[in-house]
């Protein structure tokens, strides 16, 4: 791995020495020798996403550059790619970047030398938090094959729902969509079901976020949930041993009702857990830099 | 302790304990072998307490994350609730609030597993603050029994005004109020004074800040200095030994004479000083998990 | 050196000493036993120079505080000395201020004990970039003597023009300046020449970043590249192993074409990695109290 870009990018070997990576955080606490200096670059808001990759940083022992493009010299006009430069001339080793426009990176990878982490790129993708969903979901079931997976919700808008799908479907996964019709995105080749249905029968039900700040048109938020959320009623028909993600954060009584967020089966919060080993698996990969894909893949056989 | 909330809560043999830690704080610098990670939720601006946190944590080898309100998910509308259990999710060991919401904590407690440390909640209380007021008189007096505290101002808007007195009056200390009338409290009870009269008797002289960005009407600030604070007249008439706090940042030229803020008897930046030290001990204490109130007892004990 | 504030105040042989001192921190990664504690005050926006500045102080091994003056106390109406003593009061051991008033230091000088880094004031100076020009330079040519440098563009409104002209002057190099007359400073007593004919003579060619922000007219961009700014067609008649500053952000295709930014006699983002070891090297030598003059006499003398 070079970069993190795009999901169809990453292997399906690499993506299990990640998640075997992920695992191995758990315990990793110590400062390198001479620190890593890593370079946070939110051009958009995103607290969540922002301080899980700062603590997974810090716990790798980086020193981490926070950058706050709302004050920064890109009211001076500065392109994204001078921006990235500068970035590298002061000596960061690596940069995250998250930027509304899709696929931002492309204009850098001629002439920067760093490590790219996509933190999201606009309507495009969001790959960490793809690759978090998923180490929970293996987390719970140590494998992909044939897990029954129902996306449910705003599908259009989310900047997870499209990886996620195809990449669960490249592992094995059987993929599911539940969504309203205005909120469907027809590219994708996935059997459509109603969430009424499909309760009874998922291992999985990843809920996504109404995305409000995104649409013009306001939903009603109690029809929102009785049509398309998950209710009482909903969550009592889920089978044992079925588990409910959100991305987060969550529109408590909208997407779940408010007194699921924390029921037995949810793992939102875990997932945010989660999301810092996946990161520093990552992080650790892309930094190190002699490796290569034949050492992932021996070192996923000899792990797993 | 569990947490730090609000004074009251604080039983007087913490209070010394943590009087003693506090002292001890002065030669702490070795970061932890597993490093704890501290998030600091400002939800409103205080440059002060915050950097004051920072120093402390920083000193104590914490990893600290900066939660910055203003460009956070709380414009998606998250709760706070669900940002701290988002905290609690990414790692962190304890949290440090400031909310302009009296007792934000309360909807806390219940789901929130992390020591939360009140950096203040409205115009409830600020108890570091309090500490460190404690903390600077202590040091200066090695007791509070019977030492004379006349806290003067704007009573009513001040966030340690109320529990400076309630606490110091608890540790012993004689407490009496100087303040205008429209800016006073009636719950609190004890003896009103007129400054004029009361800087002779007193050994610490507490100004209160006029929060101009709290008030309607704006005071004339000549003749509040000459009726209400501290003039270079009152100054000459205090007497020997007796010291002067104030929480900072001061109105110069209004609750005291430009000259008198780095006067002799000035204690008002060695009150920052403290401040950093007092936050060493709480942060120490609340995150040395085993520690018990009998332990305090006991140490406190084999302290003084 | 008890602080850095302007460059007619640092002795030649305190340059020689930082340029070599520079060249020495390429290496530097170990942390203090004891840490030391930087507050980096940035009054106006400036991403670059903080950014430099942080990862100079994060190599060093310091504890970075981060001041933000958007959210501060200064919003309620902090004096700078009052926020610089409270920085103090906190532990800080020095301090980088960036303001928009010219001299602020002088109201600093005489209640404040920390070394001050100038980080920029109003059209004042600029010392740490002055400096890292001076080290981008020797790097290059070992010496000033003899050096031609031409200063190209918006001189009146740089920050650093001035400082650079009179400390390279100083050094031994022969200085030009390369400007439109609108931006000229009269008071620089330098020779004007054109710089389409100032190319083929030149070792430095240092373009001046056109202010935008700065101006109420606006210059039509290709008209200004044609006339004062780096053409392809002028770049080739630069001579051998003559190089090109521009203190950055840049504008591309006003003051140099857009292709020349990463030519190869181009040091722009070199200048940037510069940066870093030059203001590494200032906070050593700021923050190592026993150090004297003599001492860094010697030591130059020892080391060239």
Redesign the interface.
């Known amino acids: 791995m070079r970069h993190l870009l795009r999901m169809e990018e990453v292997t399906t070997d690499e993506i299990f020495y990640l998640m075997e990576k992920a695992k191995r955080m758990e315990d990793v ?1 110590e400062p390198f ?3 890593k ?1 890593i ?1 946070n670059l939110f051009y958009e ?4 996403t922002k ?2 990759f ?2 997974a940083e ?2 790798l022992g980086y ?1 981490v ?4 493009a ?10 994204l790619y ?2 990235v ?8 080793d690596a940069v995250v970047i998250r930027h509304r426009q899709n696929a931002y990176y492309n204009e850098l990878l001629q ?1 920067v030398d760093l490590p790219i982490i996509n933190g999201g790129d606009g309507t495009g993708e969001h790959p960490t938090q793809c690759l978090l969903d998923l180490f929970t979901i293996y987390e719970e079931f140590r494998t992909f094959k044939g897990i029954n997976v129902v996306i449910a919700g705003d599908v259009l808008h989310s900047r997870v729902a499209r990886s996620n799908a195809h990449t669960l479907s490249r592992l094995g996964a059987q993929v599911q969509i539940a969504c309203p019709n205005v909120w469907d995105d027809p590219t994708l080749p996935y059997e459509r079901v109603a969430i009424d249905d499909s309760v009874e029968r998922c291992d999985v039900l990843m809920l996504l976020r109404v995305q ?2 995104r649409h013009e048109y306001t939903t009603q938020s109690s029809d929102y949930l009785e049509t398309y959320g998950l209710t009482i009623e909903r969550e009592r028909r889920m089978r044992e041993r079925s588990i409910i993600l959100h991305p ?5 009584g909208i997407e779940i009702h408010d007194s699921l ?2 029921c037995e089966r949810s793992r939102i ?2 997932q ?2 989660n ?2 080993l996946v990161r520093m698996a990552v992080l650790d990969t892309l930094l190190s830099k002699g490796e290569r894909n034949d050492d992932v893949t021996n070192q996923r056989r000899s792990l797993v």
Chains 1, 2, 3 share one sequence.
């Open positions: 606490f020798q001479k620190p200096i370079a808001p995103s607290t969540r301080l899980s700062e603590v810090k716990r020193h550059l926070d950058f706050d709302a004050h920064s010299s890109v009211r001076k006009g500065e392109s001078d921006t430069k500068t970035i590298e001339s002061l000596g960061a002439g409000h700040e987060a954060p969550v529109n408590r967020v924390e919060f875990k945010m857990s999301g810092v």
